[in-house]
Structure formats: structure tokens, C-alpha cells
């Protein structure tokens, strides 16, 4: 009993170090993703992405990612999981007569492989890690400052002016504001209206 149970968690044991793989491939792509996506509201109008999308807002992706990105991902990741299967297994040898009487204190339970699964887990995942990494070369546009996921760099960036108070129902478009007359600095936020973009060097509250 004792090497049939660690046959099993030596058999078992990749597919738990798969699944904590496809949870940190999905929030890299994730957090990779949502920063190319916020870049893009200094380039071009589009609607705010919410968890329940009210006017013109649009619903976040069901996977947290886009489904062109996230497809890929839980086929090659379902790939993977069934080849480890096919590569790493638990494989019981039984002592066989010829009478046919089997020897049960003969019985053998160790961990079979398998070398052709093996080399097909490797390409599968060789292919997901250049997959990220190509995502990683992707170019982010630097008009918008990067905040990630800091709530209070989030929040600097979206108070707009007086009088778009349902600005978030339309789509937005992030830059500078036209400078209401007294004020001395100009604003960036977003904006249902039309923005210009921001100078290098000039100061922006």
C-alpha cells in the first residue's frame, strides 16, 4: 500500500504543478493585456470595460482575458495536463501463470513514462512560454501613464470636468482638457469630449 500511494502522488504530483503554471501564465497575460488596453485610451475613444455595463459600457471578458487570448490558453493547457497524464502514470505489474493463476505477493505498483509523451509536453510548453514572452515585446503606448492595478493612480486619472458627470456611460477618451478660464494648469482625465494630447514638459495637475 505504502508505494502504490506514492506512485500515485509521484504520478499526480506534475498536474498540481500545472495547474499553479496556468493560474500564473493567465495573470501575467492578464496583467500584460489590461495595461495595453489602458494605454490605448490615449489614442483612440472607446468605452470603459465594467462588471455589469450600463449606456455604452462594455462587460469584462468572462476569463479575464480575451477570448483570442484565452481560447489558445485552456487548449494548451488542457494539452498539457493530458499529456503528463500519457508521460507520468501509475502502472501496476502482476505475475501471470500460465494456468492462469495470477502470484498477488508478486504484485509490483511503481510509476510507468513515457518518452514520446515526455518530449510533447516539453514542445507544448516550450510553445507557451515563447507565447508570453512574444506578448511581452508587445509595445505599450506611454502617452497614458502605466498605473497597473493602484486604485489611486486609477482614481487621479478619471475626474473629469464640470458637467460630465455621465461621462462614464459614454465612450472616453483620456488627454488634456481644455483649460476652463482662471485655471492656471491644465488637466488630464478622461473625457467624454474632445482631449488634446499632453506636451512633454508642461505641467498638469
Sequence with gaps: MPSVTAAVIVANLPQVMLSFLYLLFNGLLTAMLAAREWSHYAQERKPLRVSTPKGMQRSTYFLSLPYRFASPLLVLSGALHWLVSQSLFLASITTEL?????????????????????????????????GVVGVGFWKVSADLPIVGSCSAAISAACHPPP?????????????????????????CSFSAEEVEAPVAGAKYA
Excluded: F, K
Design 163 to 187: 458637467g460630465q458627470e455621465n461621462a462614464h456611460l459614454l465612450p472616453l477618451q483620456w488627454g488634456v482638457i481644455p483649460r476652463a478660464d482662471g485655471d492656471e494648469v491644465s488637466h
Design 98 to 130: 500460465r494456468d492462469g493463476r495470477t502470484l498477488a505477493e508478486d504484485t509490483v505498483s511503481t510509476c510507468g513514462y513515457s518518452p514520446i509523451a515526455m518530449v510533447l509536453t516539453l514542445s507544448v510548453g516550450c510553445l507557451m512560454l515563447v
